[in-house]
């Protein structure tokens, strides 16, 4: 049996961490973040439609793509009406087959390995965003939430934001109540390290039919 979950949560709120410790406790994880970086590297599959609808200047001189003009670009003050949705129509395509074959690819590890029960999860910060269009159907969603003043303070301390730049990254992510309304799990990163991982630790006992 497999179980298809996806995972999603605002930035800085903890969903990295907890699809650590989903990894850890045996899960297999397709990560969407680093499969749109893998894209992006020099020679990704990516690159040559980014330029053609950026221009030049969305590519470093390694021939890898130029993130922060990219931002700026595309999220910030600088962006073209549609730029995000230009970006989104190269990139998702390439995110998507890609994840389709490492779906495929933990379901067929799993059957020849016989276990009882595979958890697959699919990190997605932007899940509620592309629900509709996302080739995939879940058994679980879950989201990782804490309050907007608490992930903004972790992106300025953590990574050296500024309070503009941890607010533009917000404000460019679906709201709280929209990762709400697709999930069937909410899981709180406020509360502290062991909680949370204990929360965790419950439900992927409950997925795979084992004991804590």
Sequence with gaps: MMI????????????STVAAHMRQLGAVLIDYDAIARA??????????????????????????LNRSWMADHVFGSHAE?????????????????????????????????????VVVIHDVPLLAEVIDTIPFRFDHIVTVEAPESVRIARMMDERGMSLEQAQGRIRHQPRAAARRAIADIVIDSTQSIEQMFDAVDRLYAQWTGRKG
């Design 39 to 64: 894209i992006t590297r020099p020679g990704g599959a990516a690159l040559p439609a980014i330029e053609e609808a950026f221009g030049p200047d969305s590519l470093l001189p390694d021939g890898s």
């Design 4 to 15: 298809r979950v996806g995972l999603t949560g605002g930035i800085a709120a903890g969903k």
């Design 81 to 117: 009406p549609g730029a995000r949705e230009r970006l989104d129509d190269i990139e998702h395509p390439l995110v998507y087959a890609e994840a389709e074959r490492q779906d495929r690819q933990a379901y067929a590890t799993h059957r020849a390995a016989a276990d009882d029960a």
